[in-house]
């Protein structure tokens, strides 16, 4: 995701089946699932951006979880797309909000895909390998369905992924369009009611539209949005009622965010601290290690297979999974 401003992302919350905690949790369980992978959008730098052929994709390389954005169509369905617009990504055009979930879903998502790179519209033709497998053009890959270069519906993905933890952030038509976020909060708050699952947690950097999910869903955790995160950085007021996890950039405007210092002072406050990049570092072998040293209890990587194979090498402990600690000999800080 491209940023503009000092926002977190979402995080996902490791919670038992059927155990729901937030509001007031005492024992944060984040602090001890480390270290993570949380595939970014599925790994948007190896895969086309927010698909399920990124997200499956992630999930059998070893990601933890996966990070993923929603909006909603003009029938009230939540798609998972990070920009208001359908053009940057498909070979579509016009606002998320003003498309069917019909209209939605024909479009082909992987349009732009440049491997590599990312999203990249205006390049050669024989830059896009994987354009035209969601309209039939050319085959999917093996073990792959058209289907899975749309784009998803939230649902879907639930469906997919009924054991995978599952970050999810509430977009908007515009940065400053309140009532857009709001909507969407009421409707992801009514979704996730129904979906009786507790291995969620909701963010958006927009701090208005959690308090009105947090209204709605008092259950779910949170990772806080643009004003909690700043107000924590600058002055340590804690975020609301709910926070779980801190989501930070590397750096932000020149200011080195994802310290040890600053790690080591939210795991001191109960919580557990994700670093997603999205242009706020190079996302290299260097920066990913240097992050694991820090003490980050997970990295949002848009290069999932390269975090996979440094944490495979290094030995490093994963939920579930025994290894090497560089921060914490049980395993889990404080």
């Known amino acids: 995701m491209t940023r503009g401003c000092l926002v977190p992302l979402v995080v996902t919350a490791l919670a038992s089946p059927g155990v729901a905690w937030g509001a007031d949790f005492e024992d944060n369980p984040w602090l001890e699932q480390r270290v993570m992978d949380m595939a970014h959008s599925g790994g948007e730098i190896e ?8 997200f499956k994709r992630a999930v059998g390389l070893g990601a933890d979880m996966i990070e993923l954005d929603v909006q909603s169509t003009a029938d009230d369905e939540l ?32 349009h732009n895909f440049v491997p590599g790179t990312g999203t990249a519209p205006g390049r050669p033709e024989e830059d896009y390998p994987l354009r035209g497998v969601r309209t039939g053009q050319i085959p999917p890959p093996d073990g792959y369905t058209a289907d899975d270069f749309a784009i998803p519906t939230l649902a879907e993905v639930f469906a997919t992924f009924p054991e995978v933890p599952i970050n999810i952030e509430i977009k908007g038509r515009a940065d400053t369009d309140l009532l857009s976020f709001r909507h969407n909060a009421k409707l992801l708050a009514a979704f996730l009611e129904d979906s009786g699952r507790t291995d969620v947690i909701v963010t958006s950097f927009n701090d208005a539209a959690l308090a009105t999910f947090h209204h709605r869903a008092p259950e779910v955790p949170l990772a806080p949005g643009m004003a909690g995160i700043a107000a924590y ?44 990049f999205s242009g706020s570092a190079p996302e290299t072998e260097a920066t990913y290690n240097e ?7 997970a990295l949002m990587p848009a290069r999932p297979s390269l975090l996979e194979e440094i944490l495979d090498e290094r030995g490093i402990v994963r939920p579930g999974r025994p290894g090497i600690d560089p921060c914490f000999e049980s395993g889990a800080p404080g």
């Open 47 to 54: 895969a086309p951006t927010n698909t399920m052929y990124a």
């Open 79 to 110: 798609v998972v797309l990070h920009n208001a617009t359908v053009d940057d990504t498909t070979n579509g055009s016009g606002e998320v909000a003003d498309l069917s979930t019909d209209e939605m879903r024909a479009l082909d998502a992987a």
């Open 233 to 276: 950085f600058f002055a340590g007021v804690k975020p609301q009622p709910g926070t779980v996890a801190l989501q930070i950039p590397v750096t932000f405007n020149g200011i080195r965010v994802a310290t040890p210092a600053f790690i080591e002072r939210a795991h001191r406050d109960g919580y557990a601290v994700h670093i997603w």
């Open 291 to 297: 992050l694991i040293d820090a003490c980050a209890d």
